[in-house]
């Protein structure tokens, strides 16, 4: 199966058809799914099996309103419509129909209507239920060294083989999701601590936030649970350059991370080709590779594509 | 009018709905058109005027055939189909239809099927005739220094106030247009020669592809022709740091350029809100302010909004 090029770790991190480069494929996928709707707006897709459990209200209790291919989810206010979900999601976990669910974290995100608005807060683990639009941070700590073939190396963590997704994969050298409430800043403040035990001044004043990337993932095996379940995702990316810090080493704090390693970018690349980073965390990955000069027109003949789809624009509203 | 915001110059630049954001407004508009074809892939959009003008042999010669809302040019090889559509550019530059074939280049843009096979190549200034994917690239020259606000400075041409399109307008260090047969390195080095007399060793030496921006750009008054031709447009970006060659100074070679600026990016910004740039410029500086972290998620409302959409996905190939 292996090597994978970068555009097969993309077509495996954005799996679900886009509707700007392949429209007809894009309307064919979607006519399997119902929409989730909050008024006018698409703010979630729903596989047909939860479309059909949250249409019956035995199952997931009396908040939700269907009409032909729309499901909507009642509630006047954001409160109203968080407790509603949870109360589905209490009923579902009751009755164990979903295996997602059983990867519960006890930390809530934010689901947004247009300008930013809070529409409800829902449990993590449940938001690829909904097909909802969820966000993190993503950072990539590294050293320019002529040292190193290619001349840069990254802090290359391996997730621990206890973790219920993706155990023993490679990672970015910090990632976590945005709780509902929290900016993408201070997110990366917490998670550098948490994760990798970088100092917070340190962090405050060299972690620069240099983009965004986006993509539809369709779940794997890997990651736990149902597979298919859709999860479109927004991840926030930032660069920590410790050139000149070279004093400052990762190590694990909590129990996420094994081990961290200082790997040169022909050596990651290597690793991207045997299929040992999480899904998107190589895209992570690709996106730092094409800032930073090392995936370019000459070397990448699908480079147009790749930048492009790395930044993958969704009909869902945006925090 | 002013100030713009940042989501107002990318509306600027990339006016046409988007099939993944706007799924309604973009067939609502795309029922409007004619697609080209290429076998079974879209290879352009045409207006209503220019496809009528196609279907009728008087005007257009026998080289297209009409199906439906789709229209097809005739040539079983990328000589005879490039041949074919300049006699048809010869004929309505004969009979003075088209204004913007008053901008006649003499220069060659290259349209791709899929995989980069060459599907035929065709006059520049004709491309947006046809709503044609067409390529180009971008520099930005610029230095770190404390003595700027913001601690960096951009250098920053004025076009020629004797220019067919935005004459007098800001633009990026360096910028043009991929001609057929060129790759997109070979081009920056010959624009940094042409345009800012850039010595071709440091060029070769420290240009750095950083990425691709992409949008469709739907032409105004000021780019010269008629107005509401449609312009999908792919720009590799380069940043050339000249940080540690201050010696270094862009300077007028042909007669593109007016002359250069070195200005801070307190001052850009004040410039991009006052609409003095070139519409596709702005983007190219709106992509640099985002990976150099000076619009961050922090202080700026539309971030990720404005980060996918400078990365359009196209239905057209890619080269």
Redesign the interface.
């Known amino acids: 199966m292996p090597p994978y090029t970068p555009l097969d770790l993309l077509n495996l991190g954005d799996g679900f058809p ?6 007809s494929l ?1 309307f064919e996928s979607l006519s399997t799914l119902t929409l989730l709707l909050h008024e006018t707006h698409t703010i979630g897709y729903l596989l047909p099996s939860i479309a059909s459990t949250l249409r019956d209200p035995h199952l997931s209790g009396p908040h939700w309103s269907s009409n032909g291919n729309t499901i909507t989810l009642q509630g006047s206010t954001a409160e109203e419509r968080s407790s509603n979900i949870h109360a589905t999601l209490n009923l579902w976990r009751a009755q164990h129909l979903f295996r997602v669910l059983d990867g519960w974290r006890d930390e809530l995100y934010a689901v947004y209507a247009p300008r ?1 608005e809070l529409l409800f807060t829902i449990e993590r683990s449940a938001a690829a239920l909904f097909g909802l639009l969820t966000y993190g941070v993503h950072l990539t700590a590294f050293i320019h060294d002529p040292a190193y073939p290619g001349g840069l190396a990254l802090w290359i963590p391996t997730r621990s083989r206890t973790k219920a997704t993706y155990p023993g994969y490679l990672d970015n050298t910090v990632a976590g999701g945005i709780s509902a409430g929290y ?3 201070e997110t990366i403040v917490k998670e550098c601590a948490e994760e990798a035990s970088l100092p917070e001044v340190l962090v405050r004043e060299k972690a ?5 990337i ?1 993509y539809f993932y369709v779940r794997s095996e890997g990651a736990g649970g149902e597979s298919g379940l859709l999860q479109p995702e ?1 991840q ?1 990316c930032y660069d920590l350059d410790l050139s000149d810090r070279r004093d400052v080493v990762p190590r694990p704090c909590d129990d996420e991370v094994e081990g961290f390693e200082l790997l040169g970018v022909e050596e990651v690349k290597r690793r991207l080709g045997e299929g040992k980073f999480k899904p998107n965390c190589a895209l992570v990955i690709l996106d730092f590779f ?4 090392i995936l ?3 070397n990448e ?1 699908h ?3 790749i ?9 869902f509203p ?2």
Chains 1, 2 share one sequence.
């Open positions: 886009s509707a700007s480069s392949h429209p894009y930013g900016t993408a800043f620069k936030c240099v983009g965004a986006s927004v926030y094409v800032r930073h000069n370019t027109p000459e003949p480079y147009l594509e930048v492009a789809r790395l930044h993958r624009t969704f009909e945006l925090r």
